[in-house]
């Protein structure tokens, strides 16, 4: 059962422009969220997290929002670049330093 | 930002034959270490968490006997994938956990691509 899931599988946003990629939980025990960025045949890396005493974390173009009610978070980058294209996969846990579960990734693809 | 390495990058073996897979922490003890494997166009999925000294926890469905985890330092935990088979091929991942100021993060190795002919 998913319990992290990112319902876009793909984004195509022109270089400049906002992109928002979006992820949804149904565990209401997750109170940690982080989103990684992968490149095909390594490992995830990571991008920004947030705990849910927040509901807004920035750093630098990025950007996490958390809304609880919802169980809904959002990555926005701006301004988008071509270096982002990159698959983005959301992750909770209950518990900071806990295992993570993982969304399905959305595949971002920034155009010039 | 922390770093992991993972060893080998790429393995090829013959089906019945056992491989091992290291995962470090380079620059901090991880005191808890994870095991992940994906498959193409799928999400990670958690195989087992590894912690220093003592048995791994194994996630439902993932057979102990043929994942055998040790994680004998702060720095190191080891994969074995036994008696290896086709279905077993998979890019495996491992993280480490780590303080992010006072949260603690998961940051992953660069992963092990396995192909069991």
């Known amino acids: 059962d998913q319990q992290v899931k990112q319902n876009s599988p793909s984004l195509s946003v022109q270089e400049g422009r906002i992109s928002i990629l979006n992820c949804d939980y149904t565990?209401?025990?997750?109170?940690?969220f982080l989103w990684y960025k992968k490149y095909p045949a390594e490992g995830p890396t990571f991008l920004i997290s947030?705990?849910?005493?927040?509901d807004k974390n920035e750093d630098g173009r990025f950007t996490v929002f958390l809304n609880k009610s919802a169980k809904h978070l959002s990555l926005h980058i701006v301004p988008s670049q071509p270096g982002d294209s990159a698959v983005y996969f959301c992750?909770?846990?209950?518990?900071?330093?806990?295992?993570?579960?993982f969304g399905k990734g959305t595949s971002l693809l920034v155009t010039p | 930002g922390a770093v992991v390495s993972q060893h080998p990058s790429r393995v090829i073996c013959k089906s019945g034959t056992s491989v091992k897979i290291e995962c470090r922490s380079l620059?901090?003890?991880?005191?808890?270490m994870f095991w992940y494997r994906q498959f193409p166009k799928q999400s990670l999925m958690l195989m087992a968490t590894?912690?220093?000294?003592?048995?791994?926890?194994?996630e439902q469905g993932v057979e102990k006997d043929k994942f055998l985890i040790n994680h004998a330092s702060l720095t190191l935990s080891t994969l074995t994938v036994t008696s290896a088979h086709p279905e077993d091929s998979s890019f495996y991942i491992c993280?480490?956990?780590?303080?992010?100021?006072?949260?603690?993060?998961?940051?992953f190795g660069p992963g092990t691509r396995l192909l069991v002919l």
């Open positions: 993280s480490a956990s780590g303080a992010l100021g006072f949260q603690e993060t998961q940051y």
């Open positions: 565990n209401s025990m997750f109170d940690y």
């Open positions: 947030i705990s849910s005493i927040k």
């Open positions: 992750a909770a846990s209950a518990n900071s330093g806990y295992a993570l579960n």
């Open positions: 620059d901090f003890q991880a005191t808890t």
């Open positions: 590894s912690n220093e000294g003592s048995k791994a926890t194994y």
